[in-house]
Protein backbone atom coordinates (compact mmCIF):
# COMPACT_ATOMS: atom_id res chain seq x y z
CA UNK A 1 0.00 0.00 0.00
CA UNK A 2 1.17 3.46 -0.43
CA UNK A 3 1.63 6.06 2.03
CA UNK A 4 -0.18 9.28 1.26
CA UNK A 5 2.22 12.73 2.81
CA UNK A 6 -0.25 14.86 4.50
CA UNK A 7 0.50 18.57 2.92
CA UNK A 8 1.93 21.15 5.28
CA UNK A 9 0.53 23.95 3.21
CA UNK A 10 -3.20 25.56 5.22
CA UNK A 11 -6.02 26.72 3.68
CA UNK A 12 -6.43 30.49 3.17
CA UNK A 13 -8.89 30.53 5.93
CA UNK A 14 -7.19 28.46 8.19
CA UNK A 15 -4.33 31.03 7.60
CA UNK A 16 -6.84 34.16 8.11
CA UNK A 17 -8.00 32.41 11.56
CA UNK A 18 -4.87 31.98 12.94
CA UNK A 19 -3.25 35.51 11.91
CA UNK A 20 -6.47 36.51 13.94
CA UNK A 21 -6.19 34.02 16.32
CA UNK A 22 -2.71 35.39 17.35
CA UNK A 23 -3.24 39.05 16.52
CA UNK A 24 -5.77 38.92 19.59
CA UNK A 25 -4.74 37.06 22.14
CA UNK A 26 -1.14 37.97 21.75
CA UNK A 27 0.70 34.97 22.12
CA UNK A 28 4.24 35.45 23.77
CA UNK A 29 7.65 35.61 21.51
CA UNK A 30 8.76 31.41 21.20
CA UNK A 31 5.25 29.83 22.10
CA UNK A 32 4.23 27.69 19.56
CA UNK A 33 0.23 27.54 17.57
CA UNK A 34 -2.63 26.55 19.34
CA UNK A 35 -2.48 23.27 16.88
CA UNK A 36 1.04 22.08 17.85
CA UNK A 37 0.60 22.59 21.56
CA UNK A 38 0.82 18.38 23.22
CA UNK A 39 -2.81 17.95 24.43
CA UNK A 40 -1.48 18.32 28.56
CA UNK A 41 0.69 21.41 27.34
CA UNK A 42 -0.36 24.67 28.03
CA UNK A 43 -0.12 27.18 25.59
CA UNK A 44 1.58 30.38 26.87
CA UNK A 45 -0.51 33.72 27.00
CA UNK A 46 -0.88 36.95 27.83
CA UNK A 47 -4.48 36.51 29.53
CA UNK A 48 -6.78 33.53 29.59
CA UNK A 49 -9.85 35.66 28.81
CA UNK A 50 -10.05 34.15 24.91
CA UNK A 51 -9.97 30.87 26.15
CA UNK A 52 -10.92 30.77 29.58
CA UNK A 53 -13.90 32.85 32.12
CA UNK A 54 -14.28 32.83 35.51
CA UNK A 55 -16.60 30.62 37.41
CA UNK A 56 -15.59 31.27 40.85
CA UNK A 57 -13.04 33.87 41.85
CA UNK A 58 -13.53 34.58 45.91
CA UNK A 59 -11.48 37.48 47.14
CA UNK A 60 -8.32 36.52 48.99
CA UNK A 61 -7.91 36.59 53.16
CA UNK A 62 -6.33 39.90 53.72
CA UNK A 63 -3.29 38.61 55.95
CA UNK A 64 -3.46 39.32 59.53
CA UNK A 65 0.01 41.04 59.91
CA UNK A 66 -0.58 43.17 57.29
CA UNK A 67 -3.68 44.41 58.77
CA UNK A 68 -2.02 45.01 61.92
CA UNK A 69 0.54 47.22 60.01
CA UNK A 70 -1.71 48.80 57.67
CA UNK A 71 0.20 47.18 54.38
CA UNK A 72 -0.78 47.21 50.34
CA UNK A 73 0.82 45.63 47.95
CA UNK A 74 0.72 43.16 45.26
CA UNK A 75 1.63 39.48 44.29
CA UNK A 76 2.13 38.93 40.15
CA UNK A 77 1.55 34.84 39.46
CA UNK A 78 2.22 33.09 36.70
CA UNK A 79 -0.56 29.35 36.88
CA UNK A 80 -1.72 27.29 34.50
CA UNK A 81 -5.83 26.72 33.75
CA UNK A 82 -5.85 22.88 33.39
CA UNK A 83 -8.45 21.26 31.25
CA UNK A 84 -10.60 20.69 33.62
CA UNK A 85 -10.81 24.78 34.56
CA UNK A 86 -8.97 24.48 37.98
CA UNK A 87 -5.48 26.15 38.99
CA UNK A 88 -2.12 24.65 39.01
CA UNK A 89 1.56 24.87 39.31
CA UNK A 90 1.55 28.62 40.86
CA UNK A 91 4.87 30.32 40.36
CA UNK A 92 4.94 33.82 42.40
CA UNK A 93 6.71 36.15 39.78
CA UNK A 94 6.95 39.26 42.13
CA UNK A 95 5.79 40.21 45.61
CA UNK A 96 5.70 43.70 47.08
CA UNK A 97 6.18 43.84 49.99
CA UNK A 98 8.32 40.43 49.71
CA UNK A 99 6.38 37.61 51.64
CA UNK A 100 3.59 39.25 52.72
CA UNK A 101 0.55 38.44 50.88
CA UNK A 102 2.32 35.12 49.10
CA UNK A 103 0.32 32.29 51.12
CA UNK A 104 -2.99 34.36 50.07
CA UNK A 105 -2.20 34.56 46.83
CA UNK A 106 -1.74 31.06 46.24
CA UNK A 107 -4.82 29.78 48.20
CA UNK A 108 -7.04 32.47 46.67
CA UNK A 109 -5.43 31.19 43.54
CA UNK A 110 -5.97 27.90 44.48
CA UNK A 111 -9.72 27.97 44.67
CA UNK A 112 -10.21 29.64 41.44
CA UNK A 113 -12.64 27.94 38.81
CA UNK A 114 -12.78 28.42 34.79
CA UNK A 115 -15.04 27.36 32.37
CA UNK A 116 -13.99 27.28 28.75
CA UNK A 117 -14.62 30.13 26.52
CA UNK A 118 -17.08 28.94 23.07
CA UNK A 119 -14.08 29.04 20.94
CA UNK A 120 -11.78 26.96 23.15
CA UNK A 121 -14.67 23.83 23.60
CA UNK A 122 -11.13 21.47 23.45
CA UNK A 123 -10.36 22.94 26.73
CA UNK A 124 -6.85 23.60 25.97
CA UNK A 125 -5.02 24.23 29.01
CA UNK A 126 -3.20 27.75 28.91
CA UNK A 127 -0.47 29.47 31.71
CA UNK A 128 -1.24 33.14 32.49
CA UNK A 129 0.09 35.75 34.52
CA UNK A 130 -2.17 37.26 36.65
CA UNK A 131 -1.62 40.46 39.14
CA UNK A 132 -3.41 40.13 42.72
CA UNK A 133 -3.54 43.69 44.49
CA UNK A 134 -4.25 44.51 48.06
CA UNK A 135 -5.44 47.70 48.64
CA UNK A 136 -5.59 47.91 52.39
CA UNK A 137 -8.44 50.70 53.27
CA UNK A 138 -7.28 54.64 53.94
CA UNK A 139 -3.58 54.00 52.38
CA UNK A 140 -4.21 56.31 49.14
CA UNK A 141 -3.72 53.44 46.84
Same mark, same amino acid.
Given at each position: ? $? +?QKKSLLWPASHLQW?????MVVGLQAGTSSPGAAAEDEPLVL %??? !???? *?? /? $?? *???TYPRKAVRNQTSGY??????? !? /???KARDIEIVES?? +???? %?? /? !?? !???KRMRFRPTASNSDRQPVRVPFTLKFDFPGNGR
Open positions: M $R +ELFTFL %DGF !TEYW *EW /S $RN *EPPVKVRFTI !T /SKGVP +EGIF %DR /S !TV !TAV
